[in-house]
């Protein structure tokens, strides 16, 4: 198991340097000069894009500012941005705020579309299963900023229920609905995922046994097929949490949530490269780690899977 | 005389399909006295096993009891309500399904399953239950029972899994255990122990066990009473020897005819004998012919196959990267394969029997030791050339004719395959020759357009075997070619097997865990048990005279093999 483990950590490496050079790779070969953008219709003097080229590194060949950002990252000196904060310092005030919200989508998700799945499975062909189907499909056919604005438009602007947007202050009542938007297209895969595994299971010889052992159906639904049924479901949710976490650059836009798909986007508008990078780097490590903790988590709920 | 504890009057049983009833039971009777035991016989699609599930209300999908009724202690429970009947199960009725493997989930301890049965009984709770289970569990005959209870189904054995079932199915002490084919996934061995072992506890019990099976040899020793169906239908019942020793219905009689347990020694060895010599003079015409020409693969030897010393070792996966643990499959195997005659390869599973076929195909590569065929080392083998004429030659059928043959090709693609692969003849060529062998696995031509799905495992089987001689090869391995099939079909595959050897001089290489069925097919036996060889003889001295004590003990299980027919 350690020794699965440490394999898993050390695959993480190569993983981060790819992608890290990656991005390099891209935003060098981006059209546009991130220096013009910076300063819009104003002239730039030559002495000063010498100077700010300097400090970014953008006179140097990419293979070697890639180099130069793994040194400073392996201090945890990611640089500057372009507003002359230190990068680490932005990546330190958006994470927190995306991970509550990531947390939050999560919950909403899992507990609606695993209740709703659940349900609709015992009772396929029902009513209640075929509007499950229609509206899981409407959830995953229409764009996800759609749901924003209407969500904003109905409880934010015409019920006054919840603020219009987040802002500065990020607290828990302020995310409700943007959370609710963002964990509304993998709570329509949570349900129809627990559907479809449900019914699966509800065939199993080992489920025939129990009610020959004379349990209940409600006993049966409950402990044979709904915990089998969870496997896939519970690999989904930790892939998904891993796409939360990464920023929803789109829920976060509509809502402005300061997170870090905000941020992100921010920086990809603005060439702002060692932000970029640094916060690819972060998300890439933050998926290794969720999908490693998704594989122990597999191999504890089912136990015949056992890492060695 | 006693009231019967299970009383089935006229019972019909179907399936909807669309707005169809497909009938899968139309008109079962049949009754069970307390503490008796009676067998429901017949192959698969005869609906006994639809019987069995109808009774505890347990049939699958859109299965309803259309007519008839089902009396348990002179209630009918066809028509209960579903809290009566769900009162009625485990606690009254218990069941010991088929298949060990898939019958207790996966993600709880086994202990935990079997209490859950006490609990849903309303026998005991808590610390009571968890020390009664373990000792359900030693009552079903499993050794260390206190720590086999905390652990999970993937940590036990087939064998193992199906004492905890049977423990799970008699922990509330039903008056009726239903026992749907308990063992036909089982080693033969296994079976015997385990079916043994039943048959003591519902004995002491005085439980009355309903015992589901195809196997007539397994029903007849176990059973006091056979109940014998065809097609949804009760052909025959009454007291197990006068069903056996004077059958009344054809269907009966042919049943009873192709039970391999069952079948007469002295018969079998005479026509296995006109066989071996009719294959062996065309195989000699065959080999004279390699012999001379140099066009084709071999040196027409009189050995077609030779094994030397054959040992596979397999690394197991896992730990530390400096700790290396193995495995050894096969240990040291050797043996000739005459040409025209049979070989067969015994041994229960995980003896390695399997693992030497595919060395023999050239599907894995031995750790040690040679297959020499035809006089060629098929290690020295090089380039796609020598490789495909030494496939040519060399041909498998598998077990599971659902999984061999590919539910995408047409049967028509499936047999031209090889064909193609080896580029023999024109397309007009590949038809007639196709055409030929599906005619010698008598099935029709019409068949050709067909998939595998719409066809059915004995048809499949044919289609696997039409396959495997498209090539014209000398030898064909079978690899459990006929465990999956059922009796009657079994018997039919087997008789086409014999002909084909007698008319084509192949040979085979006969790979099986049933020992009844080698009296039917081969000449001579190699057994095997953990990876080794411990005998190695002609049929008829296995049979008349085991050296082995393990070949005693396979020869024991055989079901019903001590039953006298009159003849």
Do not use: C
């Not at chain 2, 096993?49 to 209300?57: R, V």
């Amino acid at each position: 198991m350690a020794w699965y483990i440490i394999r898993r950590i050390l695959q993480a490496v190569p993983v981060v340097l790819g992608a890290t050079l990656l991005i390099y790779a891209l935003v060098f070969l981006r059209p546009g000069d991130p220096i013009v953008a910076l300063f819009g219709d104003k002239p730039v003097s030559e002495a000063v894009r010498a100077q700010i080229e300097a400090q970014y590194n953008f006179d140097k060949p990419f293979l070697v500012q890639w180099l130069l950002f793994l040194k400073g990252a392996l201090t945890l000196d990611l640089g500057l941005s372009f507003s002359g904060q230190p990068v680490i310092d932005l990546i330190a005030r958006a994470f927190p705020v995306t991970i509550k919200l990531a947390f939050m989508a999560l919950v909403i998700e899992s507990v609606l579309g695993i209740a709703a799945g659940f349900y609709a499975g015992i009772k396929r062909g029902k009513l209640f299963d075929s509007t499950m189907l229609v509206v899981s499909l409407l959830v995953i056919a229409v764009p996800i900023f759609v749901f924003g604005f209407l969500m904003q438009l109905v409880f934010g602007v015409k019920l006054a229920w919840a603020p219009v947007t987040v802002g500065g202050d990020a607290s828990f009542t302020r995310l409700l609905i943007p959370a609710f938007v963002l964990g509304l297209v993998s709570f329509a895969y949570v349900l129809r995922l627990t559907r479809t595994s449900m019914i699966e299971n509800l065939t199993a010889d080992h489920v025939r046994t129990a009610r020959a052992k004379g349990l209940t159906d409600g006993q049966v639904n409950r402990r044979h097929v709904l915990r089998n049924s969870l496997i896939p479901v519970v690999t989904y949710l930790g892939a998904d949490l891993g796409t939360l976490m990464a920023g929803a650059i789109v829920t976060e836009g509509i809502f402005n949530v300061p997170g870090v798909g905000n941020l992100a986007w921010r920086a990809i508008q603005q060439g702002e490269t060692p932000t970029i990078v640094s916060v690819v780097t972060v998300m890439v490590l933050i998926y290794v780690v969720m999908s490693l903790l998704v594989d122990l988590l597999y191999a504890w709920l089912d136990p015949r899977i056992r890492y060695a | 005389m006693t009231e019967p504890l299970l009383k089935i009057n006229d019972l019909h049983v179907a399936f909807r399909q669309g707005r169809t009833m497909v009938p899968a039971v139309q008109g079962a009777s049949l009754a069970v006295y307390p503490g008796q035991t009676v067998a429901i016989v017949g192959e698969s699609g005869s609906g006994k096993s639809t019987t069995a599930h109808a009774i505890i209300g347990l049939l699958p999908g859109t299965g309803q009891v259309t007519d008839g009724e089902i009396l348990f202690e002179g209630r009918d429970i066809a028509h209960a309500s579903k809290k009566d009947i769900v009162a009625v199960r485990g606690s009254k009725i218990g069941l010991v399904p088929q298949d060990p493997m898939s019958n207790l989930n996966p993600l709880y301890r086994v202990g935990k399953q079997i209490k859950e049965a006490l609990e849903a009984a309303g026998i005991a709770k808590g610390k009571a239950a968890d020390a009664r289970v373990i000792e359900l569990l030693e009552e079903a005959g499993l050794p260390d029972a206190e720590r086999r209870a905390k652990q999970f189904p993937h940590e036990f054995s087939g064998g193992m899994r199906q004492r905890a079932l049977i423990a799970m199915g008699l922990a509330a002490r039903p008056k009726l255990l239903i026992a749907d084919e308990p063992t036909s996934a089982l080693d033969v061995t296994v079976q015997k122990q385990i079916l043994d072992h039943l048959d003591q506890l519902t004995d002491d019990l005085g439980v009355a066990v309903l015992l589901i099976t195809h196997d007539l040899g397994l029903a007849a020793e176990r059973a006091d009473h056979l109940v014998v169906m065809y097609k949804g239908r009760v052909v025959e019942s009454g007291p197990a020897l006068q069903i056996l020793q004077h059958p009344q219905h054809p269907y009966s009689q042919r049943l009873i005819k192709s039970a391999p347990s069952l079948a007469s020694q002295r018969l079998l060895s005479q026509q296995r004998a006109e066989v071996r010599e009719q294959a062996q003079e065309v195989a000699e015409v065959l080999a004279d012919e390699v012999a001379q020409g140099d066009t084709q693969f071999g040196e027409g030897l009189d050995v077609v196959v030779e094994a030397k010393g054959l040992t596979k070792v397999f690394p197991i996966p896992g730990g530390a990267p400096w700790k290396k643990s193995e495995f050894t499959a096969v240990d040291d195997v050797s043996f000739q394969l005459k040409r025209g005659t049979t070989l067969a390869i015994v041994g229960e599973s995980g003896s390695g029997k399997s693992t030497v076929a595919q060395m023999v195909l050239d599907l894995l590569k031995p750790t040690s030791g040679t297959v020499e065929f035809d006089g060629v080392d098929i290690s020295t083998l090089r380039g796609k050339k020598e490789q495909l004429a030494f496939r040519r030659q060399v041909q498998p059928v598998f077990q599971n004719p659902y999984a061999s043959l590919d539910p995408m090709y047409s049967i028509y693609r499936s047999i031209e395959e090889p064909l193609r692969t080896h580029k023999i003849g024109t397309g007009a060529e590949r038809e007639a020759r196709i055409r030929d062998l599906l005619d010698k696995v008598s099935l029709p031509w019409a068949v050709s357009r067909r998939f595998p799905n719409e066809l059915s495992g004995g048809q499949r089987q044919r289609v696997a075997v039409a396959r495997a001689l498209a090539l014209q090869p000398e030898v064909v391995i079978l690899d459990e070619a006929v465990s999956a099939l059922d009796v009657l079909v079994q018997a039919q595959i087997l008789s086409l097997l014999a002909d084909l050897q007698a008319e084509l001089g192949l040979s085979y290489l006969f790979i099986t865990h049933d020992l009844a069925v080698v009296r039917q097919i081969a000449d001579d036996v190699l057994v095997m048990e953990r990876g080794k060889l411990v005998e190695h003889a002609s049929v008829d001295e296995v049979f008349s005279n085991p050296r082995q004590e393990y070949t005693r003990r396979l020869l024991d299980a055989i079901p019903g093999g001590s039953i006298e027919l009159s003849r």
